[in-house]
């Protein structure tokens, strides 16, 4: 089972941006794909896009589109997650997942990112 | 595009079954076979439980089952245990840019 380790809790200025990160345990992510997801206080879980590192193809919610970009490295096994032009609606957990919707989902533990001025 | 419509709470004794429904439209859950459900403890990340509707992971117990009618899906829990108590999401693919979309999430309270 892969374990998926994500960067730790940020506070952010509006106006400015993000990066998160998520490492796999054993340093590959295993050809999967890795989606991130986040979860605003009190909202749904939204799906912001994801990438399949051996193909290159990358996929973003419309919503998303413009502001998020997502990279990752199979041989290394890392992956980020950048958002920006951020405002306290971005306030949320944010989560990676591996092989979202497959047999091997397999989710971080999340990274709380406050947006304050 | 609208979140898929859960109830909020439902509760059960142990060794009952409960079912929770996930409701969506013809552009998600009518469409695909492509709905999951998470199981998710409070501080802690979600967990896949049920996948394409009626699949299990490897390592999840048969109690949990999923089913699909029209444009409802559902998840049945049998054999009710104490630490099924947790909060319990849908989601579904859905046709456009927004790709998948996730349920209000479920409160299941074991009495």
Redesign the interface.
Same mark, same amino acid.
């Given at each position: 089972q892969v374990q998926l380790v994500q960067s730790g809790a940020e506070v952010k200025k509006p106006g400015s941006s993000l990066k998160v990160s998520c490492k796999a345990s054993g340093g590959t992510f295993n050809r999967f794909s890795i989606t991130w997801m986040r979860q605003a206080p009190g909202q749904?879980?939204? /799906?912001m896009g994801?990438t399949i590192p051996v193909s290159g193809t990358t996929?973003y919610? *419309? $919503?998303f *589109?413009g502001r998020v970009t997502i990279i990752a490295d199979d041989s290394t096994g890392t992956a980020y997650m950048e958002l920006s032009g951020l405002t306290s609606e971005d306030t949320a957990v944010y =989560?990676c997942v591996t092989d979202? @919707? &497959?047999? $091997?989902? =397999? /989710? @971080?533990? &999340?990274t709380l990112v406050t947006v304050s001025s | 595009q609208s979140a898929l419509t859960q109830p909020a709470s439902v509760s059960g004794s142990p060794g009952q079954s409960i079912t929770i429904s996930c409701t969506g439209t013809s552009s998600d859950i009518g469409s695909f076979n492509l709905v999951s459900w998470y199981q998710k403890h409070p501080g802690k990340a979600p967990k896949l439980i049920i996948y394409e509707v009626i699949k299990r992971p490897s390592g999840v117990s048969s109690r949990f089952s999923g089913s699909k009618s029209g444009n409802t899906a559902s998840l049945t829990i049998s054999g009710l245990q104490a630490e099924d108590e947790a909060e319990y999401y849908c989601c579904s693919f859905v046709t456009g840019s927004t790709f998948w979309v996730f349920g209000g999430g479920t409160k299941l309270t074991v009495l």
């Amino acid at each position: 089972q892969v374990q998926l380790v994500q960067s730790g809790a940020e506070v952010k200025k509006p106006g400015s941006s993000l990066k998160v990160s998520c490492k796999a345990s054993g340093g590959t992510f295993n050809r999967f794909s890795i989606t991130w997801m986040r979860q605003a206080p009190g909202q749904v879980l939204e /799906w912001m896009g994801r990438t399949i590192p051996v193909s290159g193809t990358t996929d973003y919610a *419309q $919503k998303f *589109q413009g502001r998020v970009t997502i990279i990752a490295d199979d041989s290394t096994g890392t992956a980020y997650m950048e958002l920006s032009g951020l405002t306290s609606e971005d306030t949320a957990v944010y =989560y990676c997942v591996t092989d979202f @919707g &497959g047999p $091997k989902d =397999y /989710w @971080g533990q &999340g990274t709380l990112v406050t947006v304050s001025s | 595009q609208s979140a898929l419509t859960q109830p909020a709470s439902v509760s059960g004794s142990p060794g009952q079954s409960i079912t929770i429904s996930c409701t969506g439209t013809s552009s998600d859950i009518g469409s695909f076979n492509l709905v999951s459900w998470y199981q998710k403890h409070p501080g802690k990340a979600p967990k896949l439980i049920i996948y394409e509707v009626i699949k299990r992971p490897s390592g999840v117990s048969s109690r949990f089952s999923g089913s699909k009618s029209g444009n409802t899906a559902s998840l049945t829990i049998s054999g009710l245990q104490a630490e099924d108590e947790a909060e319990y999401y849908c989601c579904s693919f859905v046709t456009g840019s927004t790709f998948w979309v996730f349920g209000g999430g479920t409160k299941l309270t074991v009495l």
